[in-house]
Structure formats: C-alpha cells, structure tokens
C-alpha cells in the first residue's frame, strides 16, 4: 500500500470539499453544489486517457439522465501528465467531445489526492450530505458500451435517488493510472 492509497476518502466519509477552477472559467465548490443538488457525481479523469475517452458518451448520458432528479456530474482533471494536461487543452477536449456536465482542473492534485482517486477514469458519488456512497468503476463493460453487463454509478445513483441502499458501495478502478507529482 502506498501513502497515496491511505489518503483517500472512504465510503461513509465526508468528501473532501474543494475550489477548483472550470474550463467555463468559474470556481467550482463542491459545497456549493451540494446545497443545490440531491447528489453529486466526481470522475476523475484526464485528456490522454484512452479509457476516458470510451467512456465519455457514458458520463454525458448519466448527466442527462439524472440531472431532471438533481444530479450534476463533474469531471476534475488532477493528473501532472505533459501539455495534453493544460487548461487550454482541457477546454478544448471538452469542446470537441461536447460535455454536458462542468470540467474542472486540480492543478495541484490536493482533491485528487484527497478523494483517492488511482486512475481515470473513477467515479465518486456523494450524496447531499456530503456524504461518498460510491467509488470506483463507472460500469463494467469498458471496451463496449452496448454489451449488458454491471452499470455501476448509474445503479448506484438510481438506489440513491430510490432511498435504497447501495448493494456494491465499491469497485476497483479499471483504467489508466494517475500521474503524479514528484
């Protein structure tokens, strides 16, 4: 186990609460949005993640179906890879995959730390109390979005939604790993 491991959230812990900036050049907390929504979802994500880029259509169709019932999906990009990184290029992978949900930087990695996120794509879900219900993969059928299979953070943001318990609270991340600062 690395110190990076034992820093993160855990479920039934208080997420961390953050004021990142967004591609829409507005400060994003997440006290905020809690006070707004019924819940909130986090994908860690990056520009060069081959596997968040298969899973991009996913997070947009989560927002849209959810959002009528108060939810809002955020993507927070705290990976220290090269220029692909920048907030420039952020702007413009959202623009070209079109995202319907806000697109924040964590430029120092501080909330990607805190939260525990180990790779991009992984989604944390938090409830209105600020509350993580749910971390880890998004769904398990990555290389092919038609298959049947475990839809993960849809399931768990539909028990939430219900007032029913969140059978599988966590999965283990599939996707590329986080690049860190030294």
């Given at each position: 186990?690395?110190?990076?491991?034992?820093?993160?959230?855990?479920?039934?812990?208080?997420?961390?609460?953050?004021?990142?900036?967004?591609?829409?050049?507005?400060?994003?907390?997440?006290?905020?949005?809690?006070?707004?929504?019924?819940?909130?979802?986090?994908?860690?994500?990056?520009?060069?993640?081959?596997?968040?880029?298969?899973?991009?259509?996913?997070?947009?169709?989560i927002q849209a179906e959810f959002a009528e019932s108060g939810f809002i999906l955020i993507g927070m990009n705290g990976s220290n890879g090269d220029h692909k990184e920048s907030f420039d290029n952020m702007k413009a992978f959202a623009e070209r995959y079109e995202f319907n949900f806000p697109y924040l930087w964590d430029s120092t990695q501080d909330v990607t730390r805190s939260f525990g996120a180990t790779k991009t794509p992984m989604a944390f879900l938090i409830d209105k109390n600020g509350i993580v219900r749910y971390k880890g993969q998004i769904d398990d059928h990555v290389h092919d979005p038609a298959s049947i299979g475990e839809n993960y953070l849809r399931t768990a943001i539909a028990s939430l939604f219900q007032g029913q318990e969140i059978h599988l609270v966590e999965t283990e991340p599939v996707g590329t790993s986080l690049i860190w600062r030294n």
């Open positions: 186990m690395t110190i990076l491991e034992a820093i993160g959230t855990p479920i039934g812990g208080y997420a961390p609460d953050f004021e990142l900036p967004g591609i829409d050049n507005q400060v994003h907390h997440l006290s905020r949005y809690l006070n707004k929504f019924r819940a909130v979802g986090v994908i860690s994500m990056c520009n060069h993640c081959p596997y968040v880029e298969l899973y991009i259509d996913r997070l947009k169709s």
